[in-house]
């Protein structure tokens, strides 16, 4: 069975703030994907990156990075230098592979940056 | 860019209705699925379709079911309504090429059944 399990129900920051979001899965297969959402208040979720299970070369975007590791299971998400307008709900999701793109979501993670 | 578009941003049923949510996407995508977010649960797939006419139950299909008559356009239904459908239904689409193409997301339809 596929789980993914945010721990951090809600992170609140003050701006510029870096923040770390936590995200640690389950899975038995060998080839799988690994996503991160994110929800803002409009509710229309927005896709942020697609990593695949051979690929643990972190990846940074701007003011977002990616550590994925295997060892440990965890494919955590770091904003730097947040900004109000990250203010949303991110999720984590796993992936297999061929199985019609199916996901399985976590809870989410609920980031509050303030001023 | 691809859209997907969802008929109803708020919608309020009775409890016994039939309600019927509907969602289109323009992208020729062959995956279709419709989620329900709740807090603290997270997206649980209700059901999808990886082509017209063909479906799959998700995690939690009771209580619905769907309809795929067109490519682009995919239905969600609840047969007769109750109160802990109250939600919010995201609809999305995909490519299928085995690899996991993200799904793109419609805004959403918060239903509240009374």
């Known amino acids: 069975a596929q789980k993914v399990t945010q721990a951090q129900t809600e992170i609140s920051v003050v701006e510029k703030e870096d923040v770390t979001l936590d995200c640690v899965y389950e899975?038995?297969?060998?080839?799988?994907?690994l996503f991160w959402y994110k929800q803002p208040p409009s509710g229309e979720l927005v896709f942020l990156i697609r990593?695949?299970?051979?690929?643990?070369q972190n990846e940074i975007s701007g003011r977002y990075s990616w550590n994925f590791q295997k060892s440990t299971s965890s494919f955590n998400f770091t904003i730097t230098a947040s900004q109000v307008v990250d203010s949303a709900v991110y999720f984590c999701?796993?992936?297999?592979?061929?199985?019609?793109?199916?996901?399985?979501f976590g809870t989410g993670t609920q980031l509050k940056v303030e001023l | 860019d691809v859209k997907v578009t969802q008929s109803s941003r708020y919608l309020v049923k009775r409890t016994g209705e039939k309600v019927f949510l509907e969602c289109v996407q323009d992208?020729?995508?062959?995956?279709m699925f419709w989620y329900r977010q709740d807090p603290g649960l997270g997206l649980r797939l209700i059901y999808f379709?990886?082509?017209?006419?063909?479906?799959e139950k998700g995690d939690i299909p009771e209580g619905y079911s769907v309809s795929r008559e067109k490519k682009e356009r995919f239905s969600l239904i609840l047969e007769s309504a109750s109160t802990n459908q109250t939600s919010m239904y995201l609809c999305?689409?995909?490519?299928?090429?085995?690899?996991?193409?993200?799904?793109?997301f419609g805004d959403g339809t918060r239903l509240s059944i009374l």
């Open positions: 999305a689409s995909s490519h299928p090429d085995g690899r996991n193409q993200p799904q793109h």
């Open positions: 899975t038995r297969d060998t080839t799988y994907y």
């Open positions: 990593r695949n299970s051979f690929d643990e």
């Open positions: 999701a796993l992936g297999r592979a061929g199985g019609g793109n199916k996901l399985t």
């Open positions: 992208m020729d995508h062959e995956n």
């Open positions: 379709s990886y082509d017209v006419k063909m479906k």
